[in-house]
């Protein structure tokens, strides 16, 4: 692995064909160094190992919109309370998009959704529940969903592919 990882400015933007017949999603063209990136931010701000579950809607290592629950998750926390929660940042999300960008139709918006929490980047049935609830979300408001993850201290796991990447020690740059 190089031992220096582009800033949040170098994720790309690439146009797709969307579900919708005439319709491109931009999409960001995220890879391993923004998640590694990620794997990094979450070790800076969680130095106990204590983490919380977050939901997040955004781009890795950069913009995003956050939500913080508790772990373990309580029972009350349902299907439709994690969609309501998904969808929620996910409008948040769409608004910081808009604003930036104001010619832009709401389903324009590229995004990735993705959940941290405690443990090793394997997958849990948390993490399962989560993107289910994203997908769902998502697909309400004809948004892209370009990658759901889960990112813990050691890594990060795709819940859709199942491959994942983890460090015992991760080095990131000073830049």
């Known amino acids: 692995m ?8 170098a994720v790309e933007t690439r146009l797709r064909l969307s579900s919708r017949p005439g319709r491109l999603w931009p ?7 923004e998640w590694r990136l990620e794997v990094g931010r979450t070790r800076a701000a969680h130095r106990r190992r204590a983490l919380p579950l977050t939901v ?12 913080t629950l508790p772990w373990p998750p309580p029972r009350e926390l349902d ?35 993705w959940t941290t929490r405690p443990g090793v980047p394997n997958l849990h049935d ?12 998502f697909e309400a408001r004809e948004v892209g969903l370009v990658t759901f993850r889960t990112v813990t201290h050691t890594g990060w796991l795709d819940v859709v592919t199942g491959e994942s990447t983890t460090w015992r ?7």
């Open 2 to 9: 190089p031992s220096s990882c582009p800033a949040p400015a």
């Open 126 to 137: 948390e993490d399962q529940l989560w993107h289910a609830a994203a997908r769902h979300a």
């Open 27 to 33: 999409v960001a063209t995220v890879g391993d160094a």
């Open 169 to 175: 020690r991760l080095r990131l740059s000073a830049s």
């Open 56 to 67: 997040n809607v955004g781009v890795p290592a950069g913009p995003r919109v956050t939500a």
């Open 79 to 113: 299907a439709g309370l994690r969609f309501d929660v998904v969808d929620a940042v996910l409008d948040q999300w769409l608004d910081q998009w808009l604003d930036q960008s104001p010619d832009r139709g709401q389903d324009d918006g590229p995004a990735c959704a």
